[in-house]
């Protein structure tokens, strides 16, 4: 079987950096260590660190009950209340926020103290987006991720808007629904925050999908970035499969199949990428 894998596949720059500096804690800090929530949406990077001794802090528990030590704030970001929680319940915070997403707090930040409404293009309920949103000053801020909700956004006349958007969020998609917003004639600043290593992903995955008979799209069951990469895939090649490790993949489906694409979301370690390559070439 011939398999052509996707030069972007696999860990990008904020992912990379992020899991770098929980291992660089581990051994060199004194208590305890937590991510506040997953430090990235991988299942195996999770448990893998677990058995190193990092903890994932969950957002919805009281902080109270977790003994004083080490929070290192994830790739996502979180929220100004959040942080300042965290520290003031005496937790030392190890800020491993995306550069990317960081820009995008300073952005909500400083737009919305210009009284200007916050739009943000992405999943509403996704930890990103989640931390975006707790850097807008007041409420002036609308979060869109469909067609639908685009046609039924409005503002006051004469308010200002300023457009973001998720940094893994399709960015086909995303240009639709900022053309969808400007023809409602508001006053608007759409400011591209998806990150560009996001763009070369989805655009070098749909063109792999296009030329091969059979996609494989590998990462973690609760990635966005991995979902958006599956359904791009889809579009182009109907036998597309998600899976999260080798032993997901069921050769069987791939038995006719003579060419093979393979890419994987931003936070799929290399090794899980090189086991489903080998598997695919048995």
């Given at each position: 079987m011939n398999v052509k894998l996707a030069k972007s596949a696999g860990f990008c720059f904020g992912v990379k950096r992020a899991v770098d500096l929980v291992y660089d804690q581990i051994g060199k800090t004194e208590g305890p260590i937590y991510t506040y929530g997953p430090i990235i949406h991988n299942e195996e990077v999770v448990r893998e660190l677990e058995l190193r001794g990092v903890h994932v802090m969950r957002e919805d528990d009281d902080i109270a009950k977790y003994p004083a030590g080490t929070v290192i704030i994830r790739s996502h970001g979180v929220g100004r209340k959040v942080q300042e929680r965290l520290e003031q319940a005496g937790f030392s915070l190890v800020d491993a926020t995306c550069p990317f997403v960081l820009k995008i707090h300073r952005i909500v930040e400083e737009y919305s103290r210009k009284e200007y409404h916050i739009l943000v293009v992405g999943n509403e309920r996704h930890p990103e987006v989640q931390g975006i949103i707790g850097w807008i000053e007041g409420d002036r801020f609308s979060v869109i991720s469909s067609e639908e909700d685009a046609l039924a956004f409005e503002v006051e006349e004469g308010t200002s808007v300023c457009v973001v958007s998720q940094t893994t969020f399709n960015y086909n998609k995303f240009q639709e629904l900022v053309e969808i917003i400007e023809k409602k004639g508001y006053d608007i600043l759409v400011l591209?925050?998806?990150?560009?290593?996001?763009?070369?992903?989805?655009?070098?995955?749909?063109?792999?999908?296009?030329?091969?008979?059979?996609?494989?799209?590998?990462?973690?069951?609760?990635?966005?970035?991995?979902?958006?990469?599956?359904?791009?895939?889809?579009?182009?090649?109907?036998?597309?499969?998600?899976?999260?490790?080798?032993?997901?993949?069921?050769?069987?489906?791939?038995?006719?199949?003579?060419?093979?694409?393979?890419?994987?979301?931003?936070?799929?370690?290399n090794k899980i990428i090189e086991e489903v390559q080998k598997k695919c070439q048995k």
């Amino acid at each position: 079987m011939n398999v052509k894998l996707a030069k972007s596949a696999g860990f990008c720059f904020g992912v990379k950096r992020a899991v770098d500096l929980v291992y660089d804690q581990i051994g060199k800090t004194e208590g305890p260590i937590y991510t506040y929530g997953p430090i990235i949406h991988n299942e195996e990077v999770v448990r893998e660190l677990e058995l190193r001794g990092v903890h994932v802090m969950r957002e919805d528990d009281d902080i109270a009950k977790y003994p004083a030590g080490t929070v290192i704030i994830r790739s996502h970001g979180v929220g100004r209340k959040v942080q300042e929680r965290l520290e003031q319940a005496g937790f030392s915070l190890v800020d491993a926020t995306c550069p990317f997403v960081l820009k995008i707090h300073r952005i909500v930040e400083e737009y919305s103290r210009k009284e200007y409404h916050i739009l943000v293009v992405g999943n509403e309920r996704h930890p990103e987006v989640q931390g975006i949103i707790g850097w807008i000053e007041g409420d002036r801020f609308s979060v869109i991720s469909s067609e639908e909700d685009a046609l039924a956004f409005e503002v006051e006349e004469g308010t200002s808007v300023c457009v973001v958007s998720q940094t893994t969020f399709n960015y086909n998609k995303f240009q639709e629904l900022v053309e969808i917003i400007e023809k409602k004639g508001y006053d608007i600043l759409v400011l591209n925050t998806i990150c560009n290593a996001t763009e070369v992903r989805q655009k070098e995955a749909a063109e792999i999908a296009s030329q091969v008979e059979a996609m494989i799209v590998i990462g973690g069951r609760h990635s966005s970035n991995t979902q958006k990469l599956f359904e791009i895939c889809k579009k182009e090649c109907a036998d597309t499969y998600y899976i999260q490790t080798k032993d997901d993949l069921d050769l069987s489906v791939l038995q006719s199949i003579s060419n093979v694409g393979i890419t994987a979301g931003a936070s799929t370690p290399n090794k899980i990428i090189e086991e489903v390559q080998k598997k695919c070439q048995k």
